[in-house]
């Protein structure tokens, strides 16, 4: 088996990072050059298979950090003429790694501790690097910023034509340029398929310094011209075309339209912003189009633009932000229906994309200092154990004469080696756990954010990993140097700095458990939480509904009728396949992602502000609300008598809107006019109420919703929904129905899916996220259970002699047995209080990741306190037990 | 310079010599010069980057080899290294140090005792 190039890849952007252990000067005149050779041994190896890859690529490492390393003790052996401390010390840390070598159970327990605790540290550095630091790859990002309208947080985007309105009142900005990303779509040649597209103004993609792979972005005259021409990503191009395809001209049709590619993009290529008001499900986008060929071009009503500026140089924010306040005014007052009391501001762009993921970026952090401080202080106790059984020899040392500088330098410099090797470990374990890292969690990252193990982040795990070292290793030594001589002349007496290592283990034991309940309250906290969500009524019947959509591109359905009368023929055709109880057909189904907002105006009751309610409009056909399972509450469902020549246009609305509406007054037949594209539609008489319905994912409230009959309101795109005992099994038979009505309309393969899927992936993330809390709070649970393990272990070991007298002079084992663990059972209590404390003033930051449950939950928080009690009760009594089971004369033999 | 001089370079490591050894031709750059070592030894030895770079640094620094940056057939511009006068003679004196202990060994049949032609 071979491996691929993409590994070989990975093993030289580590070799790249890992070259910071040169000298700068060396690295500067042959980084560039070995990373090359690295490279090409690597690629050579690759074709004999895994094992010769890793073993070449382990061995590039290990040689670079070898040489690295001596490299610097050389130079600092040039710059001091006399051995100094620091020479000293490298001797020293030469010394420790062989004795280390020696003892490989313990050097091995102490690195694989470090690594676990430091590639987990090193992965959430590494998410605040790309999604927090740097989120924005493009040049230049301080100086970019979006613009946008409105007070909430994040503002909303501009309709289209203000594009040039925002250009014209404005001298902050060397270019203002306009997209939005995440357009679903019909491509009809070469071939029928969903395609996601992103339309872009002039200037956009040049704003943010996007290069194509091939060809070339759009010309400035492609922007006006009739002309229609697409850029498309680089997947997208090969899976069209061939994987050995060039760009030549080639021609696609989408949206009923024929156009020539004249660029290639990388697949990887996010817009900044990818969540959209007509999809806030972000996708990457295969298609690129001027912004000109979106349907909304030169609609003033209806925002779907999100405008990103670069400021002049010099210019700064809040001098854009007091111009844009200006042009808001002046906006006012032109287009007073549409932005009327609006106002528009401009924000970095850097917080707009990092903004929303900054709280979960420092629970990451939060969570794995957590785990890091918790393997450290298992890590400590090592140290303090072994440090212990070595004090004979640094007695005779100290006699012999060595400071006690040298001392704790010896004693140091193990650790020093301990955490390199775990600092090198869980920098590899790291760039191994993100390549794996859950495609949903990276989803989550800002959309252009990068995210790779780079030298920023390798040079910031060193750094923790050396104050791992200093913590591990600096007590232990000091502690052990200070009795040294004294040791030296009472021989097995015990000194007083015993006491103070029975206080450090009895302060390790609290820490623990501490940090572990407050990994463990924010486990708990998110396991409630996904059950709360996964029990959540979405409104809906999920199981036996299926639903499969169709879009109507192209002059064959540019009039209405012909669209009515396919949906007509279709949900006729459709009922009666075998199976089916009732076909019905919406334009945007629950969950999906995909919603139609409008404002409307409710006859005789004008809003307090003047401006319209805004709804969520769903078009259906007559027996959508029975195929689906949605209650008609108070009046009656759409019927067929509502047709497209009726006098009497009809709509139903959701409860959430009939509170709105009608301010507990009974909404039946009364009247409301939704506000369109070209203006206000007629007047729609309220027929009927119907129940609130989980549309836009089952943690967010059911917002108010108005029903309008299909035959009333034909739109352009129609996801057909069927009932069924087996909707699993209708894919075929549907396709093939739907085909038999029209062979050329597109199917909508990628869009079929039986109604559970969808709420499947509703609760996809939340259970992502749940999971990995989850892993987080059980090996916090099992490294304390360890450190409590171990303590216990060595403290009853060391209390060998009392227990021993204690039980010749008559003790129960039962009592001596209940003494140790009344002891431990205390610091336990006492981490409790103190995690209690800590994850009470934590969990803020889990807050908006909550659903459901509150993030101060009493019964939470009892119940991991409980779990946690228990697993240290048993800890401490397995070791405890084990020495009260000693035979009394055995203990009272001298040591 | 002196001989004697000249010896206080001696012993050479077995990197050393064989980057010696490989610019013993004219100009290389540094995977070509890994490639005529590996061709060399038969793949007995294959120096990792940090260690060949290492020895071509010290080296450039004790000034046995020359570097100059040029562009290559391809690509950005590279590093090539050569021979310097310097670093010919020290060569040189390695290979008479080294010719002297292998007539040494052979005068006292080290090879034949050892079973080896």
Redesign the interface.
């Known amino acids: 088996m071979t491996t691929g190039p993409a590994t070989a890849s990975a093993a030289t952007r580590l070799y790249r990072a890992l070259l910071v252990v040169c000298p700068p000067a060396?690295r500067a005149?042959?980084g560039?050059?070995?990373?090359?050779?690295?490279r090409?041994?690597c690629d050579r190896a690759t074709t004999h298979g895994r094992a010769r890859f890793a073993r070449i690529a382990l061995?590039?490492f290990s040689?670079?950090?070898?040489?690295?390393l001596?490299?610097r003790t050389e130079t600092v052996r040039a710059a001091t003429r006399r051995p100094s401390m620091t020479a000293q010390f490298i001797r020293d840390v030469r010394l420790a790694a062989r004795t280390l070598v020696r003892q490989p159970g313990y050097a091995l327990t102490v690195v694989i501790t470090l690594a676990l605790g430091l590639a987990a540290t090193t992965a959430a550095l590494a998410v605040l690097d790309a999604a927090v630091l740097r989120p924005l790859p493009f040049p230049a990002p301080h100086r970019l910023v979006s613009i946008v309208q409105g007070d909430q947080a994040y503002g909303t985007p501009f309709a289209p034509p203000y594009l040039a309105d925002l250009r014209d009142r404005t001298t902050s900005f060397e270019t203002v340029a306009g997209f939005s990303p995440s357009w679903g779509g019909v491509l009809t040649a070469p071939e029928e398929r969903a395609v996601t597209s992103c339309y872009v103004s002039d200037g956009a993609l040049e704003t943010l310094g996007i290069v194509p792979i091939a060809g070339r972005l759009f010309r400035p005259e492609e922007h006006q011209s009739p002309e229609p021409v697409a850029l498309v990503s680089e997947s997208f191009f090969r899976s069209l075309f061939g994987q050995a395809a060039v760009l030549d001209g080639q021609r696609i049709s989408f949206g009923g339209a024929a156009m020539t590619i004249v660029g290639i993009v990388s697949s990887d290529l996010r817009m900044p912003i990818m969540a959209s008001i007509v999809n806030p499900r972000p996708q990457p986008a295969d298609i690129w189009l001027p912004f000109r060929l979106n349907q909304y071009w030169t609609v003033r009503s209806v925002p779907v633009m999100n405008v990103v500026g670069r400021l002049r140089e010099g210019v700064t924010v809040a001098d854009a932000g007091a111009e844009l306040a200006i042009a808001a005014a002046n906006l006012a007052r032109e287009y007073p229906e549409m932005s009327g009391g609006q106002s528009i501001r401009a924000l970095p762009l850097r917080d707009v994309v990092a903004g929303p993921i900054q709280s979960r970026v420092a629970l990451a952090l939060l969570a794995v200092a957590c785990l890091l401080l918790i393997g450290c202080a298992n890590v400590t106790n090592l140290v303090l154990a072994r440090a212990s059984a070595r004090q004979n020899e640094l007695a005779v040392r100290a006699s012999l004469g060595a400071t006690r500088t040298r001392l704790v330098s010896q004693l140091l410099a193990e650790s020093v080696v301990l955490s390199l090797a775990g600092t090198v470990a869980g920098v590899a374990l790291a760039a191994w756990m993100l390549a794996a890292t859950p495609a949903l969690l990276v989803e989550a990252l800002p959309p252009s954010a990068v995210l790779t193990i780079g030298p920023r982040v390798v040079a910031a795990a060193a750094i923790v990993g050396f104050c791992c070292a200093a913590l591990v290793g600096l007590f232990p030594a000091l502690k052990l140097s200070k009795d040294a001589p004294a040791r030296a002349l009472g021989g097995g007496l015990r000194t007083t700095s015993d006491a103070a290592a029975r206080r450090l283990r009895s302060a390790l034991v609290v820490v623990e458990v501490a940090l572990a309940l407050m990994l463990l309250v924010g486990a708990g906290l998110m396991a409630a939480s996904f059950w709360k969500l996964s029990r959540v009524d979405p409104g809906f019947d999920v199981q036996p509904v299926f639903s499969t959509g169709v879009a109507f591109g192209g002059p064959r359905y540019a009039a209405a009728d012909a669209r009515r009368a396919f949906v007509d023929d279709a949900v006729g055709r459709l009922a009666a396949l075998p199976g089916v109880e009732t076909a019905a057909a919406v334009n945007r189904l629950p969950l999906s992602g995909a919603n139609t907002f409008v404002g409307i105006e409710v006859e005789g009751a004008p809003t307090a502000d003047g401006r319209p309610i805004t709804v969520d409009r769903r078009v259906v056909t007559p027996a959508y609300f029975d195929a689906i399972g949605i209650a008609v509450v108070a009046g009656r469902a759409f019927a067929l008598e509502d047709r497209f020549d009726s006098e009497d246009r009809v709509a139903i609305v959701n409860q959430a809107a009939a509170r709105t509406m009608a301010a507990g007054g009974d909404p039946l037949n009364r009247r409301l006019r939704l506000m369109l594209r070209g203006g206000p539609g007629p007047w729609l008489r309220v027929v009927g109420v119907v129940d609130d319905v989980r549309h836009h994912g089952l943690a967010a409230p059911a917002a108010p919703e108005v029903y309008v009959p299909y035959a009333q309101a034909p739109v352009e795109s129609m996801v057909f929904v069927l009932r069924s005992a087996t909707p699993d099994r209708l894919a075929a038979p549907v396709k093939a129905t739907l085909k038999a009505i029209d062979p050329h309309l597109p199917v909508l393969a990628n869009n079929q899916a039986a109604m559970s899927t969808l709420v499947g992936e509703s609760l996809a993330r939340p259970r992502v996220q749940a999971a990995f809390v989850n892993a987080f709070g059980a090996v916090a649970l099992a490294l304390a259970a360890i450190g409590i393990y171990g303590v216990v272990s060595y403290t009853v070991a060391r209390m060998r002699r009392d227990i021993g007298v204690h039980m010749a002079l008559g003790a129960r084992r039962r009592d001596v047995l209940v003494r140790i663990l009344r002891r431990q059972m205390l610091l336990v209590g006492a981490g409790i209080a103190l995690g209690v404390a800590g994850a009470g003033a934590a969990a803020r930051l889990l807050e908006t990741l909550l659903f459901g449950v509150s993030a101060t939950d009493p019964a939470t928080f009892a119940g991991v306190s409980l779990l946690l009690a228990v697993v240290a009760l048993v800890a401490a009594w397995l070791p405890a037990r084990r020495a009260t089971l000693i035979d009394p004369v055995v203990a009272l033999r001298p040591e | 310079m002196t001989d004697r001089d000249l010896l206080s370079f001696l012993p050479l490591t077995p990197v050393a010599f064989e980057i010696l050894l490989a610019l013993g031709d004219g100009e290389r750059?540094?995977?070509d010069v890994?490639l005529a070592i590996e061709t060399r030894t038969g793949g007995r030895l294959s120096p990792?980057?940090?260690?060949?770079?290492?020895a071509?640094?010290r080296l450039v620094a004790e000034g046995l080899i020359d570097v100059r940056e040029r562009q290559a057939d391809r690509g950005?511009p590279?590093?090539f290294f050569r021979l310097s006068k310097l670093g010919t003679r020290v060569a040189a004196a390695e290979v008479e140090r080294l010719s002297d202990q292998v007539a040494a060994a052979r005068g006292m049949r080290l090879l034949r005792r050892a079973g080896r032609p």
């Not at chain 1, 040689?63 to 690295?68: A, S, V």
């Not at chain 2, 990792?48 to 290492?54: A, E, F, I, K």
């Open positions: 060396f005149a042959y560039a050059e070995m990373t090359r050779l690295f090409e041994r061995a590039g040689d670079l950090l070898t040489q690295g001596s490299a | 750059h540094g995977y890994m990792n980057p940090g260690t060949l770079y290492r071509i640094d950005e590279r590093r």
